[in-house]
């Protein structure tokens, strides 16, 4: 039985080599945002329970609507939750 013939390899394009260095991608998060993350949940946790305890005493949470009050603190909170997001 005959055999087939190996076939040569063609030379193509192969880019100029040494020019110039190679970007190199940062893989990773901001060094400001696991900070920013961790301090948004605790600020928002932090308002609701102070809304909670002395909510009635403080002179701008006691204008505000209960419901209002927890929207900013959950604000907060879900500020941390799309900065998570980003996170690597």
């Known amino acids: 039985m005959p055999e087939s013939k190996r076939r040569k390899r063609e030379v193509g394009f192969q880019g100029p ?3 110039g260095e190679r970007k190199v991608a940062r893989i990773g998060s901001p060094s400001w945002l696991a900070p920013t993350m961790v301090a948004c949940f605790v600020l928002g946790m932090l308002y609701i329970v ?3 305890i002395a ?3 403080i002179p701008g949470m006691k204008d505000l609507s209960p419901l209002i009050n927890v929207a ?3 604000g907060f909170i879900i500020v941390g939750f799309v900065l998570a997001t980003r996170w690597r």
Request: charged share 0%; net charge neutral.
């Open 55 to 57: 909510g009635s005493q």
């Open 72 to 74: 900013i603190g959950f």
């Open 17 to 19: 080599s040494g020019i």
């Open 50 to 52: 102070v809304f909670y």
